[in-house]
């Protein structure tokens, strides 16, 4: 890690696709630690990995920062590094799932420098493990929040789980 940059590790989880859902943040800056946690009642894991880096991203309170971002998903790492989100935003998202999510992103990653590293999941990597076990103990949550994007744009879904 170098002077300004910060380290974030990114995880997400479902139980059943879709199903309760949860994601883990481990952000590492100099000697400080932050970790960052949350479980939703229905969702999916690409959701819940794409809503770990948004809300590593979010968590930041500085803007002149270089990010590193760790993640065990192909989904997040292969849009933002072979290009194809912004392919996807230059033709309006059409086709597209977790539209909500990738514009929320896109507006959070414009404001820094980021750079995306692919890692393999259950590889023993601590800091990606540790994010593992805070999105599945997320998951499992008494109380869940509501991932709205998800439920709103598939009522039909939501209504088999009531």
């Known amino acids: 890690m170098t002077p300004g940059e910060i380290v974030i590790y990114t995880d997400g989880a479902a139980r059943g696709n879709p199903g309760p859902g949860g994601l883990g943040v481990v952000m590492k ?12 009642r229905l969702t ?31 989904y997040v790492s292969d849009a933002v590094n072979k290009g194809w989100v912004f392919s996807w935003e230059a033709k309006r ?19 820094y420098s ?9 590889a023993n990597i601590p800091e990606n493990e540790r994010c593992d076990r805070l999105a599945v103990e997320a998951s499992h949550a008494n109380e869940l ?18």
């Not at 690409?46 to 998903?73: F, H, Q």
């Not at 998202?93 to 404001?111: C, H, P």
């Not at 980021?114 to 259950?122: C, L, N």
């Not at 439920?151 to 879904?157: G, L, M, P, S």
Request: aromatic letters at 12%; zero cysteines.
């Open 93 to 111: 998202f059409k086709n597209k799932k977790n539209v909500d999510l990738w514009l929320r992103f896109l507006e959070v990653y414009r404001k």
């Open 29 to 40: 800056f100099g000697k400080h630690r932050k970790e960052i946690s949350e479980g939703y």
């Open 114 to 122: 980021v750079k995306f590293i692919w890692v393999k999941g259950h």
């Open 145 to 162: 929040e509501i991932d709205s994007g998800y439920v709103n744009n598939n009522d039909e879904t939501l209504n088999s789980f009531s």
């Open 44 to 74: 999916t894991n690409n959701r819940m990995e794409l809503l770990a880096a948004i809300r590593g991203l979010e968590a930041l309170k500085r803007n002149d920062l270089k990010v590193k971002i760790y993640t065990d998903s192909r």
